[in-house]
């Protein structure tokens, strides 16, 4: 059987979302990041379908409306979950032979770090459902959808601070990870990434937070250019590492920099790992994450010079960083077939 992980910009029947409420971390401040998710799925909704599991799915579907979603595209699927970073807990879906097979890893509230055991279900009960017009293949490896990138064509970009943390599979080494994420998500090269993080991130670098592919062997990253900040030295380093990374081709890859944004921090004066690299591609566009900063403005046309041709959107996740994620980390492409 032929496996192959898509890009994330290749064509997609849609994008799953899980909704904040009152027994998530967002309990605190769910009037401010709300109407960040609203805007969300609004904007997805112009281009491709919007799944979201929601533990009230009749109030919400009157909040999408009234905001302006395209309520056609809108499924609303009453399921239990720990919390909403569907990045992490759903599905990977690989084409195996051409069609898509959804690849259901298992997931630890990265690293046991927090309660996962309905995250870890949400995509059996989707199945039992019949949410997906495709079969789903579970996995007892623990792997973030966050913690990986590919090209599209056999390569795998990923970290090892995230992957080879004992806190995820503490029984397999390396190069038994690496046979697995071969035989499951049929990638033929892993690019390690082994310097590069950002503080207040929960993850353990996950590579969404850090560096992106983007067609035509281009890699975005996050670009730290001042020497005071805590940090530029692992970033620098991190910079370096790519700039000896190949193409299949062997040729050196295309290398965009993204803008730094200003330091923020939460109330405890603890960092947010604010992050122009968390950046969600759809139909036809890029929605961005943006902060309120001097800095949003480049950042979207760096993406946009990336990924010419599609519509580059801003969204301000100003409010989504204060539980330590962004807008990529908060998604899950669905690639075309998955849906019915």
Same mark, same amino acid.
Request: net charge negative; charged share 20%; proline share 8%.
């Given at each position: ?34 109407? =960040? ?5 609004? /904007?997805?909704? %112009? ?5 979201? $599991?929601?533990? *009230?799915?009749? &109030? ?16 609303? =699927? ?5 919390? /909403?970073?569907? %990045? ?5 879906? $690989?084409?195996? *032979?051409?069609? &898509? ?240």
């Amino acid at each position: 059987m032929n496996v192959r992980l898509p890009a994330e910009w290749e064509p997609q029947d849609g994008v799953l979302l899980a909704w904040p409420h009152e027994k998530t971390d967002w309990a605190s401040i769910l009037p401010l990041v709300e109407p =960040v998710f609203l805007q969300l799925a609004a /904007t997805i909704s %112009r281009y491709e379908q919007v799944l979201i $599991v929601t533990t *009230d799915p009749a &109030p919400l579907a009157v909040k999408l409306e009234n905001f302006g979603a395209t309520m056609a595209a809108i499924t609303l =699927v009453q399921v239990p979950f720990d919390d /909403t970073w569907c %990045r992490d807990f759903g599905p990977i879906t $690989v084409l195996a *032979d051409g069609l &898509p097979r959804l690849q259901d890893f298992a997931f630890n509230g990265w690293g046991n770090k927090f309660y996962a055991e309905q995250d870890n279900a949400v995509t059996p009960h989707l199945q039992q459902k019949n949410i997906f017009s495709a079969p789903v293949d579970g996995h007892s490896l623990v792997l973030e959808g966050g913690s990986i990138e590919s090209d599209g064509n056999g390569t795998l970009l990923t970290t090892s601070q995230c992957l080879l943390n004992p806190n995820r599979n503490p029984y397999r080494n390396r190069e038994q990870i690496e046979g697995e994420l071969r035989d499951t998500l049929g990638c033929r090269r892993i690019l390690w990434l082994d310097h590069g993080h950002l503080l207040g991130d929960d993850t353990d670098a996950h590579i969404d937070t850090l560096a992106r592919f983007a067609p035509n062997d281009t890699i975005l990253y996050v670009a730290c250019h001042d020497p005071a900040d805590e940090h530029y030295p692992a970033l620098k380093r991190m910079a370096e590492e790519l700039s000896t990374f190949r193409s299949e081709a062997g040729l050196p890859y295309r290398l965009l920099p993204l803008p730094w944004p200003a330091a923020r921090f939460d109330d405890d004066g603890q960092r947010l790992p604010a992050t122009y690299a968390n950046f969600l591609i759809i139909n036809g566009a890029v929605l961005v994450p943006t902060y309120d900063d001097p800095q949003d403005d480049a950042a979207l046309a760096t993406v946009g010079e990336a990924f010419p041709g599609r519509e580059i959107t801003g969204i301000d996740c100003s409010a989504v960083i204060l539980q330590h994620g962004s807008l990529h980390c908060l998604t899950m492409q669905l690639p075309q077939g998955v849906l019915p």
